[in-house]
């Protein structure tokens, strides 16, 4: 059965304890259902429906998982495009992100949470206990709390330092492991002057980039050949965007040219290696 906005079986249709500020993103909705979901590294997330269902609207509650989301209520739009998953998308750092995945697995629920930078996932599954204890009106009123609070709002707020840092320690992950793998020491750089604000929302540039280092490592795991290549012939990864995605060697500097929408592909991207390294 598919997932829906019903994210529990606890229905509690219940009305608020105090009015809403008529400018808040949860005017004119109420809290009707809400489960917990929680795993044994201790994380626990929480989603409460809001009524009107055709709003497509819930609150997220986010606890023990070791990042910046801990202790806050988001707004989620709520995705059911999808056959058997629902998407709940937030907006954290002025960019629409998606932490939380709930997908019907035909028998049981899996939510699939992904953290700010997303590098990686871990699953949570439904906790009757802790349902049971739930109060859907608090979780609501701790939402209109946070939504008066001036530091919470700047977490809302477009914040282009915190994502290209994001991105750049994604890279440098990317390329600690490269240069182990081959031996180099490659450095990495992007060119965030040519990068507006407008794509760094919408793009994951630490995902984007770091394409080239990953082909590199896989090479270099495979071949004493392909190690000695790149500690002669590569120094610099660049990363760019551009009208067309490419990749091109030049003066002993990679350079990976991304789009909006596409990237050179991994099987593409380990092929250019080979003829030109």
Not at 176 to 205: H, P, R, Y
Not at 255 to 260: G, L, M, P
Request: charged share 25%; glycine share 8%.
């Amino acid at each position: 059965m598919r997932v829906l906005l019903a994210v529990g079986v606890v229905a509690l249709s219940l009305g608020c304890s105090r009015g809403v500020r008529p400018d808040s993103e949860v005017a004119g909705t109420k809290p009707t259902t809400g489960k917990v979901y929680s795993n044994e590294a201790g994380e626990k997330i929480t989603l409460i429906a809001l009524e009107p269902g055709d709003a497509k609207k819930a609150l997220v509650a986010f606890e023990g998982t070791k990042s910046e989301l801990d202790g806050q209520v988001l707004v989620a739009w709520v995705d059911t495009q999808q056959r058997r998953s629902v998407e709940y998308w937030t907006l954290w750092r002025g960019s629409k992100q998606r932490f939380v995945t709930l997908h019907d697995r035909g028998g049981y629920e899996d939510l699939v949470f992904s953290g700010v930078n997303h590098s990686g996932y871990t699953h949570l599954k439904p906790d009757t206990a802790k349902t049971g204890a739930l109060k859907v009106e608090k979780v609501f009123e701790r939402y209109q709390d946070l939504e008066g609070d001036k530091k919470y709002q700047g977490l809302l707020a477009f914040d282009r330092k915190f994502w290209t840092n994001q991105a750049e320690t994604q890279l440098s992950e990317a390329l600690a492991a490269t240069n182990k793998a081959c031996g180099s020491k490659l450095t990495s750089t992007v060119a965030w002057d040519a990068i507006t604000n407008e794509q760094i929302n919408k793009m994951s540039f630490g995902s984007y980039c770091v394409g080239p280092m990953e082909s590199l490592q896989k090479l270099c795991e495979r071949s004493d050949e392909a190690k000695r290549a790149v500690q002669q012939k590569i120094q610099a990864v660049e990363c760019r965007m551009d009208a067309k995605a490419a990749l091109k060697l030049e003066a002993q500097k990679v350079i990976w040219s991304v789009t909006s929408d596409r990237t050179v592909q991994s099987d593409e991207t380990t092929t250019f290696f080979t003829d030109n390294l």
